[in-house]
């Protein structure tokens, strides 16, 4: 009997956020180990199918690195990254669409067998992402480096009429990050960033990113529950966040200057990471706000301070 109370009690515990967040836009960027796993993958299916099902309108963005890099490295193609981007010419961005078509498929297909119903695109259908080659600029020793990354993409312009259409229509987007430039040339978008511009420009409630990682760590090593913003850019000045993480947290700091209410960096390992989050008092990855230098988190749970947080924001949406 105690299990079942257990159960009742989490649903309530999610009523003021289901409350809150009803007619809401969520940009979800999905990728990583959570697209290799069987189980991880249906799992996901399902948690984006309850999410349209009780009014909250998901958007999914997928990646497909390690699927990228497996499919090139059999074509003799060695993967490059510079701050977590992929070097990109013309034969690597010929194997990079044609990965990401058959994910966009599979993963429309998947949603659509939980019950859902998705509708695949990419960034060329209806001039959803026009792009132009990126300016890397990597620092080094003090000395400022350019870097050509090939037909790497900087999003340059948003056409969100085909996003709104679908989920107008009762259709969950399912887009796959490839741009088209004024010179006609495709770009390779990373989908941390793809993601953060689309949510900008349909002023998203929430951008979440999943990962491998369980979200954004201090020096020492600790998960960070809540990030702020003046507090990531002086970790990535500091080197403290590096690497593969930096266009995340970048991503994540455009589009909460663009009008995204918050942004989370979740672990996609975990099995639904994105209902933990968004639905519980606790949560389980990193929430990157405007406000505040963040808080770290405690023996593996998330501060009392975000808690606090959450609570008095249930609490004012049940009032209203």
């Known amino acids: 009997m105690q299990k079942l109370i257990d159960r009742a009690q989490t649903l309530i515990e999610a009523l003021p956020y289901i409350q809150r967040f009803r007619g809401a836009t969520f940009v979800i960027k999905y990728g990583g180990h959570a697209m290799e796993s069987p189980q991880l993958r249906e799992g996901f299916a399902r948690d984006v199918v309850l999410l349209k099902l009780i009014g909250i309108n998901p958007v999914i963005v997928h990646g497909g ?18 701050r977590g981007m992929r070097i990109t010419d013309a034969p690597t961005m010929e194997a990079v ?64 009429a085909i996003v709104r259409a679908l989920c107008d229509a009762d259709f969950i987007p399912v887009i796959a990050p490839v741009g088209f430039g004024s010179d006609g040339e495709t770009y390779n978008i990373n989908a941390d960033i793809a993601a953060g511009k689309i949510a900008e420009s349909l002023k998203a409630e929430k951008l979440i990113l999943l990962s491998d990682v369980e979200g954004v760590k ?103």
């Not at 599979?106 to 119903?117: C, P, Y």
């Not at 992402?129 to 948003?158: F, Q, S, W, Y």
């Not at 672990?267 to 994105?274: E, I, K, M, N, P």
């Open 218 to 320: 201090d020096k020492d090593g600790r998960l960070i529950a809540t990030l702020g913003a003046a507090q990531a850019r002086k970790n990535i000045e500091r080197g403290v966040i590096h690497e593969g993480m930096i266009p995340k947290v970048e991503c994540a700091l455009d589009a909460l200057r663009g009008g995204v209410g918050k942004a989370h960096i979740l672990d996609g390992r975990l099995s639904h990471a994105v209902l933990l989050e968004i639905f519980t008092e606790s949560g389980v990855g990193t929430e990157v706000t405007n406000n505040g230098a963040g808080a770290p988190a405690i023996n593996g749970a998330k501060s009392n301070v975000r808690r606090a947080q959450k609570r008095s924001a249930g609490k004012q949406d049940e009032q209203r």
């Open 65 to 82: 690195g390690p699927q990228i890099s497996e499919f090139i490295a059999k074509l003799g193609i060695k993967s490059q990254f510079v």
């Open 97 to 160: 669409e044609m990965v990401l078509q058959r994910i966009n498929k599979d993963l429309v297909a998947l949603i659509t067998r939980q019950g859902g119903r998705a509708a695949g695109i990419c960034g060329k259908d209806g001039a959803l992402l026009r792009a132009h080659k990126m300016e890397m600029i990597v620092k080094e020793n003090g000395r400022a480096t350019r870097v050509d990354v090939g037909l790497v993409g900087d999003v340059v312009e948003v056409n969100d």
